[in-house]
């Protein structure tokens, strides 16, 4: 998960930076894999896949602490900081150098999620997050943000699943309905206030048909990035993740 400096003299297009966000068991790590499959198979893109909490060696340290709910006890500004602080790592150490390379982000979820989880689900007033959204992420926005929408029964029956198969459920996982419910609403309502960035997909479906709506996202909002890269930029880059 580390990025490579360009070579000198390289072009350099600009990169794209695409987020995946939802609730839990939106499907988001399934198809951030196979958006990143046909973008480097079919499009021949280089592609970076990351996520977080984490995507770093320092920020994979804080997403230990926060998914053990050891910071639960200092409430959820005290968990924002703390995603706050494994994203500034993140973007200065993976996403701003791949980005300048001129590379694909695709990213498991980013500053959306603790808007709606510490914010709309946790109760931390929205301004307060927006300030710190500011310092921690700057100008570094996504081009777009796929959010995968689903009744929270039906992701929660998915985690619950992989629960029943010997995989714990994290800190989040283990909230009232009433929690995912509103962070629903929460992503819907980023959503809704940002329709140039944000994509609602209906994450409900079949994940061939979830795919199939991704691919009508990107190419409708980032034109011509699923077709065939021009050599230019298949040159003197590497994949990094
Ligand atoms: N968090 C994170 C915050 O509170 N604030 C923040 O700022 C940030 C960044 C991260 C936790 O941290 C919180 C949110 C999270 O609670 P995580 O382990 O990364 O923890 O958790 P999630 O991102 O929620 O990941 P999940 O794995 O739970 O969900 P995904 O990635 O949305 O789902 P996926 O693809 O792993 O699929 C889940 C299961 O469903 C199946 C899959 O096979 C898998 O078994 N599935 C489908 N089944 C039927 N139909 C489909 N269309 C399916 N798609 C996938």
């Not at 990025?3 to 695409?18: H, K, N, W």
């Not at 929205?126 to 959010?147: F, H």
């Not at 009744?151 to 629960?163: H, N, S, V």
């Not at 329709?195 to 979830?210: H, L, M, N, T």
């Amino acid at each position: 998960m580390t990025a490579r400096p360009a070579p000198p003299g390289a072009a350099s297009p600009p990169g794209r930076f695409i987020t995946f966000e939802g609730g839990e068991g939106a499907g988001k790590s399934t198809q951030l894999g196979r958006l990143a499959r046909t973008l480097r198979e079919t499009a021949g893109r280089h592609v970076v896949t990351t996520r977080e909490p984490g995507g770093t060696e320092r920020a994979e340290a804080i997403r230990a602490a926060l998914l053990s709910g050891v910071a639960k006890p200092y409430g959820p500004f005290a968990e924002a900081l703390l995603f706050a602080a494994a994203r500034i790592d993140h973007l200065d150490r993976l996403i701003r150098p791949a980005l300048r390379n001129g590379e694909i982000v695709l990213c498991d979820r980013f500053a959306d999620s603790t808007r709606a989880y510490q914010g709309a689900a946790g109760g931390v007033e929205a301004g307060t997050l927006l300030a710190l959204e500011r310092v921690a992420v700057g100008s570094t926005r996504p081009d777009l943000t796929l959010i995968l929408d689903l009744p929270p029964e039906a992701g929660l029956a998915r985690a619950r699943a992989r629960a029943a198969a010997g995989e714990a459920p994290d800190r989040f996982e283990a909230e009232a309905l009433a929690f995912h419910t509103r962070l629903r609403e929460g992503f819907l309502a980023i959503a809704a206030a940002e329709p140039e960035r944000c994509a609602v997909i209906d994450g409900a479906q079949s994940p061939e048909a979830v795919e199939a709506a991704i691919r009508a996202a990107v190419s409708a909002r980032l034109p011509g990035l699923l077709l065939e890269a021009p050599a230019s930029a298949r040159e003197g880059r590497d994949d990094a993740a």
